[in-house]
T-cell receptor, first 111, second 113 residues
Framework: DAKTTQPPSMDCAEGRAANLPCNHSTISGNEYVYWYRQIHSQGPQYIIHGLKNNETNEMASLIITEDRKSSTLILPHATLRDTAVYYCIVRVFYTGNQFYFGTGTSLTVIP | SQTIHQWPATLVQPVGSPLSLECTVE??????LYWYRQAAGRGLQLLFY??????ISSEVPQNLSASRPQDRQFILSSKKLLLSDSGFYLC????????????FGPGTRLTVL
């Protein structure tokens, strides 16, 4: 699975959009981009995933560049409960393929 | 909707004691099930996964074992715990009909003393 690079930490004001970047310059054509987050001492929570097209769900939007070498997770209106470590993972889609969680981005939402 | 349960939430065990962690999934049938371990300050390590009752694949050789006695039940066991077994144990499931997004449980914090 391709390696990802994320900033170690970010701050965001409550109510503003949080834009979390991820670089995955070695991504291959059959690898998906996944985003999870983990609040301290809890299990990781699935947020969103995509292959080529931008995706949106009730939690967030995922913007993938045309060359697929980077992506951005957007939380449109950050709340204090969005404070967590956010993981960008690139992986091939098949059963039994594990998720490699790196160090992620620690997002702090500030009141 | 689907939910995943793990228990106990926390566990403190002496070295050499046995271990049994349980994971159950509700609201789906024939799920793929996974056991991960997250050591302090490190990423997740896949330990076992299962695509059906009695079918277990081991990813890392160690003194842990897994069993799937029922469709939606996954158990992680050890006969004798080691200090290095301490960590945060996570169970996850994915849709057995082809979906591969994995959904994680709340985890069990294991401390071996």
């Amino acid at each position: 699975d391709a390696k990802t690079t994320q900033p170690p930490s970010m701050d965001c004001a409550e109510g503003r959009a949080a834009n979390l970047p991820c670089n995955h310059s070695t991504i291959s054509g059959n690898e998906y981009v996944y985003w999870y987050r983990q609040i301290h001492s809890q299990g990781p929570q699935y947020i969103i995933h995509g292959l080529k097209n931008n995706e949106t769900n009730e939690m967030a939007s995922l913007i993938i560049t045309e060359d697929r070498k980077s992506s951005t997770l957007i939380l449109p209106h950050a709340t204090l409960r969005d404070t967590a470590v956010y993981y960008c993972i690139v992986r091939v889609f098949y059963t039994g393929n594990q998720f490699y969680f790196g160090t992620g981005t620690s997002l702090t939402v500030i009141p | 909707s689907q939910t995943i349960h793990q228990w106990p939430a926390t566990l403190v065990q002496p070295v050499g004691s046995p271990l049994s962690l349980e994971c159950t999934v509700e609201g789906t049938s024939n799920p793929n099930l996974y056991w991960y371990r997250q050591a302090a300050g490190r990423g997740l390590q896949l330990l076992f996964y299962s695509v059906g009752i009695g079918q277990i694949s081991s990813e890392v050789p160690q003194n842990l074992s897994a069993s799937r006695p029922q469709d939606r039940q996954f158990i992680l066991s050890s006969k004798k715990l080691l200090l290095s077994d301490s960590g945060f144990y996570l169970c996850a499931w994915s849709d057995g009909r082809g979906g591969d997004t994995q959904y994680f449980g709340p985890g069990t914090r294991l401390t071996v003393l």
